[in-house]
């Protein structure tokens, strides 16, 4: 019907947004460093992965064909790289607040998690703990080992560029010096 086909292009927008974002979250991570970038894309796509299956499955009881969401889901997917490209390219020069982009993101991400995704398991889950609840602890645990083992890692290497630059600071002073 075309009620459900107009649900379907709500809801492929929506993804189009929901990726452009995502876009902007990896090239602010990768304005940190390259270590940052690659564990906040894997993180994404981890989140994503999942998400894009079931928006198939929307796409399709909206009366799209298989083609049309494969090739629809593709170019809302492209609004990915445009976000995260955007984001790296002009980040450093317009001196974005990447401290305040991820808040904005992190708090999108937690208001979809709040306002969708729990309540949905709420409505759809038989057992008290049953799959999706657990599948979702789950996630909790492997993002929360991701996000420590990475911020180790990363701060380890902040460190140790910061103790370079200031090596190279005190080289300059000296060279200007003389």
Same mark, same amino acid.
């Given at each position: 019907?075309?009620?459900?086909?107009?649900?379907?292009? @709500?809801?492929?927008?929506?993804?189009? %947004?929901?990726? %452009?974002?995502?876009? +902007?979250?990896?090239?602010?991570? &990768?304005?940190?460093?390259?270590?940052?970038? &690659? @564990?906040?894309?894997?993180?994404?796509? !981890?989140?994503?992965?999942?998400?894009? +299956?079931?928006? %198939?499955? =929307?796409?399709?009881? *909206?009366? &799209?064909?298989?083609?049309?969401?494969?090739?629809?889901?593709? =170019?809302?997917?492209?609004?990915?790289?445009?976000?995260? =490209? %955007?984001?790296?390219?002009?980040? !450093?020069?317009?001196?974005?607040?990447?401290?305040?982009?991820? #808040?904005?993101?992190?708090?999108?991400?937690?208001?979809?998690?709040?306002?969708?995704?729990?309540? *949905?398991?709420?409505?759809?889950?038989?057992?008290?703990?049953?799959?999706?609840?657990?599948?979702?602890?789950?996630?909790?645990?492997? #993002?929360?080992?991701? /996000?420590?083992? /990475?911020?180790?890692? @990363?701060?380890?290497?902040?460190?140790?560029?910061?103790?370079?630059?200031?090596?190279? *600071? +005190?080289?300059?002073?000296?060279?200007?010096?003389?």
């Amino acid at each position: 019907s075309n009620e459900n086909k107009t649900q379907g292009w @709500i809801f492929l927008i929506g993804d189009g %947004f929901h990726n %452009f974002v995502d876009g +902007v979250s990896i090239g602010g991570a &990768f304005l940190i460093s390259p270590a940052t970038g &690659f @564990i906040t894309a894997i993180a994404i796509s !981890a989140h994503d992965l999942p998400q894009e +299956v079931g928006e %198939f499955g =929307v796409q399709i009881r *909206s009366g &799209f064909t298989k083609k049309q969401t494969l090739i629809r889901n593709i =170019v809302a997917s492209f609004t990915t790289i445009i976000g995260a =490209v %955007f984001t790296y390219q002009f980040g !450093a020069s317009l001196d974005l607040p990447i401290g305040y982009i991820y #808040g904005g993101v992190a708090g999108f991400l937690l208001y979809i998690a709040l306002s969708d995704i729990i309540p *949905s398991i709420h409505r759809t889950e038989k057992a008290r703990l049953g799959v999706q609840t657990i599948m979702l602890f789950v996630g909790i645990i492997i #993002g929360a080992t991701i /996000g420590t083992l /990475g911020h180790k890692y @990363i701060d380890s290497n902040h460190h140790n560029h910061e103790q370079h630059d200031s090596k190279i *600071s +005190v080289e300059k002073k000296i060279f200007l010096n003389s």
